[in-house]
């Protein structure tokens, strides 16, 4: 495949397998209890043995304490953990320091000043991902089904690997591609048939059109 292609917020195993045998490289689960896709640490423990080896877990925390990462951590075998609140790179730095992960920071992104935030972590983390950033009075941090103008990623030269979220679906994939030049993309909304709930349809749609991306 092309593009590279992370499936987020899933909550199942059964989810997880459907995804890995389409194609996902990465798999996300949130740790965030105001999320409709939030996972607990007790059902994480229950649902590792039945995931799929082949594919990278990402864990997606927000302004979490390290106590609560690092026990996700444990629980699910995490090889990322994915910042998507207000961390500072020194909690970037001891999470990939002392757990022995993968640091991803999420940046909300409305503007192309916006892709500044990203300088201070560039020592301190092994991916960049860019997301749109809510809409005021928003609870969630990303997962809230609006992009924001792709052409903006063309604007800087970015070093680190990177991936573009918000909004994406299997129907505009191709331009979000074209607009921004990601080689790889975070999908969680737009595989779903409501908020939390994913749909295995829409998991093979979206990893099939990534595929047909040359």
Same mark, same amino acid.
């Given at each position: 495949?092309?593009?590279?292609?992370?499936?987020?917020?899933? /909550?199942?195993? !059964?989810?997880?397998?459907?995804?890995?045998?389409?194609?996902?490289?990465?798999?996300?689960?949130?740790?965030?209890?105001?999320?409709?896709?939030?996972?607990?640490?007790?059902?994480?423990?229950?649902? &590792?043995? &039945?995931?799929?080896?082949?594919?990278? &877990?990402?864990?997606?925390?927000?302004?979490?304490?390290?106590?609560?990462? !690092?026990?996700?951590?444990?629980?699910?075998?995490?090889?990322?953990?994915?910042?998507?609140?207000?961390?500072?790179?020194?909690?970037?730095?001891?999470?990939?320091?002392?757990?022995?992960?993968?640091?991803?920071?999420?940046?909300?992104?409305?503007?192309?000043?916006?892709?500044?935030?990203?300088?201070?972590?560039?020592?301190?983390?092994?991916?960049?991902?860019?997301?749109?950033?809510?809409?005021?009075?928003?609870?969630?941090?990303?997962?809230?089904?609006?992009?924001?103008?792709?052409?903006?990623?063309? /604007?800087?030269?970015?070093?680190?690997?990177?991936?573009?979220?918000?909004?994406? /679906?299997?129907?505009?994939?191709?331009?979000?591609?074209?607009?921004?030049?990601?080689?790889?993309?975070?999908?969680?909304?737009?595989?779903?048939?409501?908020?939390?709930?994913?749909?295995?349809?829409?998991?093979?749609?979206?990893?099939?059109?990534?595929?047909?991306? /040359?």
């Amino acid at each position: 495949m092309s593009i590279h292609v992370k499936i987020c917020g899933i /909550t199942d195993a !059964e989810t997880a397998n459907i995804a890995a045998k389409a194609g996902a490289r990465w798999l996300g689960f949130v740790f965030f209890e105001a999320s409709p896709r939030d996972v607990s640490l007790q059902n994480a423990m229950k649902m &590792r043995p &039945r995931l799929p080896s082949s594919v990278e &877990r990402v864990g997606v925390f927000v302004d979490a304490p390290f106590s609560r990462i !690092e026990a996700a951590v444990d629980a699910l075998d995490l090889d990322y953990v994915q910042l998507h609140g207000l961390e500072y790179p020194s909690d970037a730095k001891r999470i990939r320091d002392q757990l022995g992960v993968s640091v991803i920071k999420a940046y909300g992104i409305r503007e192309e000043n916006d892709l500044d935030q990203a300088a201070q972590f560039d020592d301190v983390t092994d991916l960049s991902l860019y997301d749109a950033k809510p809409p005021r009075g928003a609870k969630l941090p990303g997962g809230n089904a609006i992009s924001f103008p792709w052409r903006i990623m063309q /604007t800087r030269s970015i070093s680190k690997p990177w991936l573009l979220a918000g909004g994406l /679906t299997s129907v505009n994939l191709q331009e979000a591609i074209e607009a921004s030049g990601a080689a790889a993309v975070d999908i969680s909304s737009g595989v779903e048939s409501a908020p939390g709930v994913k749909s295995h349809e829409k998991i093979q749609e979206f990893l099939n059109a990534a595929k047909a991306i /040359t």
